[in-house]
């Protein structure tokens, strides 16, 4: 049967929306990119804030529209959405053929009339690039876990996919090895939290241990990318660990959300505002090359402009190379929605603004240090035309951070290797020209 599939949210929910893809080809279906060619529209949805909940939802009204024509004959909604708010949605979508929620894949499955073989993954299947939910084979998502024993106050997570479930270590390495011979270079760690990995299953945090096993297992030009790390359990000892591994990058995301320990406090995470600045310091001065990202919360409830003023003087002292910044929104369920002291949305909004601003600053700094230095680039994009190429860096996580444009780059291909020296600098990205490195010149 031909399926239109359509994968939203986040990075982890596209390794879901692979594994789905891989689980209905094997099972005789097809995957189409055109509602024209498809009998069945399926989507895997998200539902972490509100703005998703409403994009998810039009997409489902649009899909609708398409079976009202006679476009399509069956929808099919899966995901984080289902799982949220499955009740209401049956009410308000009486067309959609079946419900399934985060992980259901067997049930979807036997709905259509195949059988289940095992999670499979797309690539090894042989299907086109262009239908998998991430188009770039040369780097993909690694996903430790799922669910998350944390409860932050104002996180819908638990309540979507409940508590932390680890896969084990062998089998993350073998799925890691598989990615890697279908021509992977670049494997990025996700979770809700890579520093709690394992704990279910091993009875303590265990992502040393994964890390060295995947040390051990893959080739040692492989990138390791480390995504969101709780700031609590990282450690000097733990950077230094990084330090020593012959494939993981030097560069964490940090997810700290504030630095005001009340704020922390009513976010229910540790106020621990001296440990997050002494461990983004320790990082610095270990290696001033080191790449910092993390994410920061504006408008929590209770946050007052002195509040909001020490996240602005923890970016200026902490020069860190990459911030992602979101407005709080109040989510249904969440203890923080019904916290007093809701701060206006245009106040959020203007904090949000001058965060970005201060941070621009900063980033644009942290980019410069960088110009004469020569980088390896992994190729994601080349334009034959203006003769230039797109890749990343090891600073550069896809999609969140920014990229370096390799001037006279025409002749590469994407997925490949190339170093680059670095010629200018802007607010987000780089600028490099390919050549032979000059004698000194550290390739980082």
Known sequence: MNILFISMGCAKNS?????????????????????????????????????????????????????????????????CLVNRYEAELRKELPSVDLWAGAEEWDKIVDFLGGESTGATSCLSLGLPRGLLPENRPWSR??????GCDTFCSYCTIPLIR??????????????????????????CLVGQDLTAYGRDIYGEPAVDKLLR?????????????????????????????????????????????????????????????????????????????????????????????????????FLEEAE??????????????????????????RVKEERYNRLMEVQSHISRGRNALFVDR????????????????WGRSYRDAPEVD??????AGGALVPGAWVDATIVDAVEHDLFARVEAPKLGAPVI
């Open 162 to 187: 409940g508590r932390l479930r680890s896969v084990p270590i062998p089998r993350l390495v073998n799925e890691a090895r598989e990615l890697c011979a279908s021509g992977a270079r670049e494997l």
């Open 141 to 146: 998502y690694l996903k430790v876990g799922e």
């Open 213 to 313: 096993a995947l040390d051990e297992a893959l080739p040692p030009e492989t990138w390791v990318r480390l995504l969101y790390l709780h700031p609590d359990r990282v450690t000097p000892d733990f950077l230094d660990f990084l330090s020593r591994t012959k494939t993981v990058l030097p560069y964490l995301d940090i997810p700290i959300q504030h630095i005001d320990d009340g704020i922390l406090a009513a976010m229910n995470r540790a106020p621990a505002s001296a440990h997050i600045k002494d461990i983004f310091a320790y990082a610095r001065r270990r290696d001033l090359f080191f790449t910092l990202r993390t994410t920061i919360m504006v408008g929590f409830p209770g946050e007052t402009e002195e509040r909001f003023e020490r996240v602005l003087e």
């Open 320 to 345: 860190l190379d990459r911030v992602g910044a979101f407005v709080y929104s109040p989510e249904e369920g969440t203890k923080a929605a019904l916290l007093p002291n809701q701060v206006p949305d």
């Open 15 to 79: 390794v879901d929306s692979e594994r789905l893809i891989g689980l209905l080809a094997a099972a005789g279906h097809k995957i189409v990119g055109d509602a024209v060619d498809a009998r069945v529209g399926l989507i895997n949805t998200c539902a972490f804030i509100q703005e998703a909940v409403k994009e998810n939802v039009d997409a489902i009204l649009d899909l609708e529209l398409l079976k009202e024509r006679g476009q399509l004959e069956k929808i099919i909604v899966a995901g």
């Open 402 to 407: 920014g990229m370096v444009c390799v001037e």
């Open 374 to 389: 020569t980088l390896r680039v992994l190729v994601e994009e080349v334009d034959r035309e203006n003769d230039v190429a």
